[in-house]
């Protein structure tokens, strides 16, 4: 599957996996993915982010990244329904980071022993690669650039999409900003 990814795609990966590095983080997953695609510049995925105003938005999106992975990975219509059960997810996240320190319930494994091995993409970020191939191929497509990647994110439920989704960006959205959707609307690339 890697030979049909396009130059700026493999970059997405690596530097996905580079984001999970720093982070500390067992495996790379949907998260590392998108933080990896907003810092792309001139690319099919940077024009679409940036048509739908995300750009000027990036560090709110890594804000609420940041959130979530605090939440042990809980978006947030997650914690919302958790509430509505009497869980005040907030509230368990302060008492485990009163006792184990802010960040406790991310999974990131800064000092706490020793690693071996390369990271290896996590079920999440698997999901993401294969479906970008899926979205390729239905829009007849012969290569996987990063703009594959994004909307594979924005169409799968979770963390990245919700937050994508908070900012005004959609599959919907990106469908019609990367392959027009009549209106006049540029198609990008």
Request: aromatic residues 4%.
């Given at each position: 599957m890697f030979e049909r990814f396009t130059?700026?795609?493999?970059?997405?990966?690596?530097?996905?996996?580079?984001?999970a590095e720093r982070?500390?983080?067992?495996?790379?997953?949907?998260?590392?993915?998108?933080?990896?695609?907003?810092?792309?510049?001139a690319s099919?995925?940077?024009?679409?982010?940036?048509?739908?105003?995300?750009?000027?938005?990036?560090?709110?999106?890594?804000?609420?990244?940041?959130?979530?992975?605090?939440?042990?990975?809980?978006?947030q219509a997650e914690a919302d329904a958790l509430?509505?059960?009497?869980?005040d997810v907030s509230e368990i996240v302060a008492r485990v980071e009163e006792v184990h320190g802010v960040g406790a319930m991310s999974g990131e494994m800064k000092g706490k022993g020793w690693w071996s091995g390369r990271r290896s993409f996590g079920r999440g970020g698997k999901e993401v690669l294969e479906k970008a191939l899926r979205i390729a191929l239905a829009h007849h497509d012969r290569h996987i650039g990063d703009e594959h990647i994004l909307l594979a994110l924005a169409a799968r439920p979770g963390v990245p999409a919700e937050?994508?989704?908070?900012?005004?960006?959609?599959?919907?959205?990106?469908?019609?900003?990367?392959?027009?959707?009549?209106q006049g609307e540029a198609k990008a690339g």
């Open positions: 130059k700026s795609a493999r970059d997405v990966v690596r530097e996905a996996w580079e984001h982070a500390g983080a067992p495996s790379v997953e949907t998260e590392h993915i998108l933080l990896a695609l907003l810092d792309r510049e099919r995925g940077s024009f679409a982010l940036a048509a739908l105003g995300l750009t000027e938005r990036g560090d709110a999106v890594r804000e609420a990244l940041v959130e979530a992975r605090r939440r042990a990975g809980l978006s509430a509505g059960l009497g869980i937050v994508l989704a908070d900012h005004g960006v959609t599959y919907e959205s990106l469908t019609r900003v990367l392959y027009g959707g009549g």
